[in-house]
């Protein structure tokens, strides 16, 4: 019989350690209230210095009224982004190993390859955590501090405190990729007001029109400066966090894989663009707003593997077919389509393409429900996916393999 990894719903790891400790949840309980209120607090107090003092004080003050209103519409669109981004990547789930993973390597058995985990590619192989006691899927990680395993796993960001893994990445991205515009407008902006403040602080002296004068005196002014040292800080620091991950998301890798001693990716496509596509989709309006792809690639649980041509062909199979995410994860883990279905009984296909694989996470309960198809093929398919299930060499209905249907199940390498 085969192995069962799903108890109530729940991965069995009766052999993790105990629970945390009172104290231990404690203290990240205050880690993650500070770093969010520092994160925002920082946004709240550009806001108000940028909006009140600036633009409604300062400028006016030296006679550059007709700068405010572009000002504050590019200002305040940027920052309205900057923090959308922020809320959604801090609240999305990071890519959970949803419970239809668990069940469907329960019902697959020992087909599915798994392996320990090690510090290296490892393409098409589930791998098993010890930590959790489950198998995982491939580029799957382990969060110490969030206690599970996440999808595609790149880091465990503080100023977060949440995980950045397949389902919220893009959302990290872009609250990187606004935070560092917005300073950037912030230091652009005002960086010569802040040299007239500075200079006449420090010198006495300013390059301001006749008639023309800043009151140092006033408390609002250094607030001013203040904004200043932050945005002065804020455009490096973000500028390198942002360059440091786009590069490696231009390359198909995460920050843990970007470790690895073995350089050569089985994910990395020729073109950035397509590297990037596979946490924001296929491109469109949609890849500058923090919403769910509107056209993902992936499902967190199986990539695009373009190492060798037969994969190449798989992907070229799969893209934009209505397929149940069980028929994909098959074709991608090398396990033949006929071996899975019990009582020759197979899950109906999605009502939504891929669009509806980023449910998942929220809809368990109707995981649970199969519906026995019409019109099956010798390999136990419908025809619907009959045509995806035989670019395995091992379906008896392939054109480029014809095998007695007595031959013992096996796993088929693609």
């Known amino acids: 019989m085969a192995p069962s990894y799903v108890a109530s719903g729940r991965p069995l790891a009766s052999h993790v350690g105990h629970s945390e400790s009172a104290l231990q949840d404690f203290s990240r309980r205050c880690c993650k209230t500070c770093t969010t209120s520092a994160v925002f607090g920082i946004y709240i107090y550009e806001a108000v210095v940028y909006n009140g003092i600036f633009l409604w004080q300062i400028l006016p003050a030296l006679g550059k009224a007709s700068k405010v209103l572009p000002y ?25 190993v949803p419970r239809r993973w668990q069940e469907f390597v329960s019902n697959v058995g020992d087909l599915l ?161 397509a590297n990037l596509a596979q946490i924001c989709g296929d491109f469109g309006l949609d890849w500058f707003f923090p919403i769910v792809p509107a056209k993902p690639i992936s499902d967190g649980i199986s990539f695009e593997r373009v190492d060798d041509q037969s994969h190449i062909e798989i992907n070229r199979r799969l893209r934009g077919r209505d397929i149940p995410p069980e028929q994909v994860w098959r074709a991608r883990y090398g396990i033949p389509s006929r071996a899975v279905a019990d009582d020759d009984e197979e899950l109906a296909p999605s009502p939504t393409s891929w669009p509806g694989l980023f449910t998942w996470w929220g809809n368990d309960e109707a995981d649970d429900k199969k519906t026995l198809l019409p019109g099956k093929s010798p390999c136990g398919m419908s025809d619907m996916t009959r045509e995806m299930a035989c670019i395995s060499p091992g379906c008896v209905s392939s054109p480029r393999a014809s095998r007695p249907s007595s031959r013992p199940r096996e796993v088929v390498s693609l």
């Open 113 to 273: 390859m798994i392996e320990p985990s090690r510090s290296e590619w490892q393409p098409g192989k589930a791998t098993y955590c010890s930590l959790c006691g489950v198998p995982r899927p491939e580029r799957a990680h382990h969060c110490k501090t969030c206690g599970h395993c996440i999808l595609r796993m790149d880091h465990h960001c503080p100023w977060l405190s949440n995980c950045v893994g397949f389902a919220n990445h893009k959302y990290f991205l872009l609250a990187v990729l606004y935070g560092f515009i917005i300073s950037c407008i912030g230091f652009g902006t005002t960086m010569p007001h802040l040299a007239t403040c500075t200079n006449e602080l420090i010198y006495g002296q300013d390059n301001l029109p006749q008639g023309r004068s800043l009151n140092l005196q006033s408390p609002y002014i250094w607030g001013f400066l203040i904004f200043g040292a932050i945005a002065t800080v804020s455009v490096p620091v973000l500028g390198a966090m942002l360059a440091a991950h786009v590069a490696l998301t231009c390359r198909n890798t995460t920050s843990v894989e970007g470790y690895y001693d073995d350089d050569n990716n089985p994910f990395m496509n020729p073109s950035s663009a």
């Open 72 to 96: 504050a519409v590019v200002f305040n669109a940027t920052l309205g982004l900057a923090l959308w981004s922020y809320i959604v990547a801090r609240t999305a789930d990071a890519g959970k």
